[in-house]
């Protein structure tokens, strides 16, 4: 027998015995995990579970929360058992109970309060520190109360921010970047619904209203099977349930934006929540500031959900969400108008059918929207300047996924998702209205394609913990099948210690492409055809967590590589015409991202908070741009510094203040100019610009500090919170764009080209402050 047939046959061996052996006698523990305000099941609450033996506890197993709060213990002996239920934001609860029989289950449910005001964790783990997903941060909108936002308003989106290996391109820009990878490479889920734009104007805020939330999870890299479509990372958000005890809610009122949720019981067995936001910047910059370049913004967002309980092991809950910004140009005159929107809606309904010993199965069907225009009228009636972009998208997506207990160390989580896509572009080097309308200048583009997963689970001993995956895809514009591998392992040496690891491939077969020589927002969203090919990445990650002083403090360390093919952008000479499709205008590359993340957590206590710092390269080669050699992308950033503190003052006050530094962004600038005459046309004198090669030049580096007060008091019996926040606190005016300007000539009303040239500066959102209150009924 060769040596290969036998160590396949030592892992069968091991696993056939680890199931044989997790079928023996026992009892398990069932039941769900509750917020004792909303009566909504918390998602991620760990379980631990010791035998008392004359009060010495003696750790027997763990568990964690998954969907509507449930959770599974692995099966217990006859004995008397401590059973201790914790989560972020919540005061720990404890249970004894005493198991007596050597089969069945013993149903167990509790409700856990909300605790004083502090972030006691930020990183959701498992109970032995041995993550089911590695690279995965989970976080409660509990514990976001202290951290400042530029609206006053607690969101989820300014601490995503905070975290390493994530990072924003500008503050005008409505995307992140998460290992190098670009804001279109992200799968963002919200209750698995995917979402083309997560996020408003400059990241401002999420398109999610924090008060809707129930959990966050982003996954930075090497994700699971369960997930795909995208390259880099995974946003999957869950929405809570409306409480189904009485009609309550919040309204908060800001300086620029304001907020309302309401929720309650229709029905016994039907519950509602319906939650929006509106900011009104723009109103505010006509009063105060009605001769300043700033761009004006604005955006309105809503969701509403509706929950049906056929039963305990049944469920159903209709999704609606929507919202839209606006980015226009003041009245100024600057020479030119530009304007931006976008618009998501999203209509989802999900069906939830779970026995609590076996399975749970998931069904979705959801109709996607997403709408995106841009355009720049250049009112000197130059048309060198000009453009228009639109991308009207529609999606219909059927997906059901089941996952099946076959031990207590052994699951296995299986599959498939078909999308239907119908897609309307539009990118000119002109601009004019009857481009927003007239469906003669539109390229269509219809396809669909289908997905199958399976992955499994597998804890053969308490130490070692394993994710194998794959995933199927076929693509309508296709003719080959695409598989992608997916591994990742976790091992426990000791309570303390963590080491990791991952590697998964991906594809992804729709291209967000930017115009590289505009810093206004210029999306265009484009298929995989027969001449535009699939992305494609590959993952690795590798790294370890260290616990210290009774896991107060973490520290973690990961090193992550990812390349990248088929990745597009604009050619430098890009042709538009009706008759000339856009795809014509792309030009294919390779990249390569690689980079470590520290990360020093402190999770508990009146002063708690994070540290962390990401040093990384990004890299891209198009044998048809920067004359074939390798340049770096605008969002590239060698260094990133984040940190974030939090201190209870008092019971019922608080202050958080964040800190952020990253290496200024790359842009392609002029380096000089020559002059040469016209043969043809004596006295005729052009003038020609050399350029920097791509990215070369570094906007200054970028820094910026914000401070947020919270108190929290009762008017009228009502709980309000008070807040202050400060933005930009010591008014760092950190560069938005750079470009080179010249003197002007008022008697004719033009600008002199032959003066000496200077480099001017745009700058965005300098200091600002913002209050308002939130009140509670």
Known sequence: MSNKIKIISFFVSIFFATIIYSQNGGMKITGYVFDSETKNGIIGANIIITKDVQF????????????DGQFVTSRLPIGKYKVTFRNMGYKEKVEYVDISKTSGALELNVFLTSAAVQIEEVIVRDTKETEEIISAVDISPKMLNMLPSLSGEIDVFKSLQLLP????????????????????QNLTLVDGTMLYNPSHLGNIAST??????????????????????????????KLREGTNEREKGVIGIGTIMSHATLEGPITAKLT???????????????IFQKESVTPRNNFFDMSTKLNYKFSKEQNIAINFMYNKDNIYSPPVNLGFDYKTNWSNMNLSANWLTMNENSYILRSNLSFIKYKFTSSLNDLTNSIESDYFSSSDLQDISVKQDVDLTISDEFTIKSGYEFIFHKYQLVNWVVYHSVLETSPDHFENHNSFEIAYFLQSQWQPFGFLNTNFGVRIYKFSNLSDVKFEPRLSMSIAFSDNFLLKGAYAEAHQFLHLILRNDIRMPTDLWYPSTGKIKPSFSRQSVAGFDIYFDKKIYLFSVEAYYKDFENIYEFRDMPYYSVKNPIENNFTKGIGEAYGVEFFLNKRAGKISGWLGYTISWTKRLFTELNAGKIFPPQYDRLHDISFVMTYEIMKNLSLGITWSYSTGSGMTMPTGKYYFTNSEIDGIENQNVNYSSRNEYNLPDYHKMDLNIKYSTTMFSLPTDFFINIYNLYNQSNAFAQYIAYDFDA?????????????????????????GFAVKF
Not at 56 to 67: E, I, P, S, V
Not at 171 to 183: A, D, L, T
Not at 272 to 286: A, K, N
Request: proline fraction near 5%.
């Open 272 to 286: 509602y929540i319906v939650s929006s936001r509106i900011m009104y910047y723009d109103q505010l910059q006509e």
């Open 56 to 67: 010495n506890d003696l750790f027997q197993t763990g568990a964690a929360t998954g969907l």
């Open 208 to 237: 999610f209203n924090t008060y809707a939330l129930n959990d966050v999870k982003l996954i930075k890299g090497a994700f699971p099977a369960e997930y795909g479509g995208r390259l880099s990372s995974v946003l999957d958000v």
């Open 165 to 184: 290996g994530v990072k924003v391109a500008s503050e005008m820009s409505s995307g992140i970047y998460v290992r190098g990878g670009s804001p279109d």
């Open 747 to 771: 008697k004719k009303n033009e600008f002199d080209y032959t003066s000496t040239p200077k480099l001017n500066q745009i700058t965005l959102m300098p200091f600002f402050p913002t209050f």
